[in-house]
């Protein structure tokens, strides 16, 4: 009888020890073939898992990592508030994320951003599965974290969701990275969880508990570009995007927890791309609404007054996220409105187009798409109140001259798919003053 006892604790030895070896040498192959010493969620969630508590949660993609100053929210909200956003933050992540957030802390409120251009990103099994991999390689080992893979990876791409080293295999063979590598993770800065500088020039760099500076800004009034056109459709909205909205709304009801969708300010010229926005509001609402939850309500704050935020482009990096500038006012700005300071009424318009209809008419820039034939390009002036101005538009190209459109009404224009060069556009306005831009191609 001993010898047996003996026979198969030797075997559960063995096999323990072999299962331990497996992991710690995937652990070593991750180790040398992953160069993470410049990611931000490598911070953030080192830093999350070491808070005393947080009693507000901000959530999202990268608007919301942008976008929450936390130094300044701390400050004014006077209380220990966190941004866990991250890059193409998809919603069933974010639902992760924020079942590990109460489970960890005594959580008071969370405000989850539901940015219109991260909504429509699919969620299915098997896709997006990288801004995924972002966060769940740093969250600690759970049941919920092993279910959310399994369900995430869809079939083919359990190795890359378990084990971290598969998906960068062919690193651990080049001896000069893995040595550049080792170099890095060497460093004091690594390994006391400093953030190492270099993103974006320098102007870019972690400022603590989720949150990123970046101090490149756009010229005022320069937002005069191309976007490739966008069509706004919320036919794009997955039903399990919105079955995961419930579950949230479900989820904060039954722990007690203060849940507040929002959408951090985008440009105006971003904005106004989308058209009928308004209609996206609606939809989020009404999902709200749905759930039968009185505790839950949707904030946009695309809708505040000039007053309160001016149309420049000088808050932000590009066309959809805030700088360090713009940040710190908008964190301001959300504070005075959290805390009372602003009312509703004082800092929001009822709708986007009531917003654009009290505003000073303004040209935005261009957007365009190559025709079928691939012969030419066609092209939409982005603008408030393009009733109240006419247009007309030349384009230079090797050293002619063309006139694309007469000075006229009307947002439309078309451009030969072989030309390059600058597009100058006239914008003439109802008052008689004139303004020009140019746009190159």
Known sequence: MIVKVRKLLRKILAITFIIAFFIASWFGLRYISVDDSSSYTRLTMHEFYNQENIDILFMGASHCYRGFDTN????????????????SQLLDTTYLLMREAVETYDIDHIYVDLSYNVSKESIKRGENLTSAYIITDYMRPSLKKIAFLLNKSGEGNYSNSFLAARRNWQNIFDLRYVYSVLMKKGSPEYLNFAYIDGIDGGKERYAGKGFVENDREIADGSFKDTFENETFNLDDIDEDWITIVKKMIKYCDNHNVKLTFISVPISSYRLLCYKDYDSYISFIEGIISESGSNKVNYIDFNLMREKYWPDTSTYYIDYSHLNTLGAKEFSRVFCQ????????????YSSISEKYENTEANFYGLEYETSPDGKSIHCHMIASRP?????????????????????????????????SGVCKVEILYCNGTSKYYEISF
């Open 337 to 348: 409105y959290i805390n009372g300071s602003i009312s509703e009424e004082e800092l929001f």
């Open 72 to 87: 300044v929210t701390d400050e004014m909200l006077g209380c220990n508030t966190f941004n866990l956003g991250s890059s």
């Open 387 to 419: 009733n109240s101005f006419q247009s007309k538009v030349t384009f230079y190209h090797e050293g002619r001259e063309y006139v694309l459109k007469e000075l006229s009404d009307g947002l439309d224009f078309g451009i030969p798919s072989d030309f």
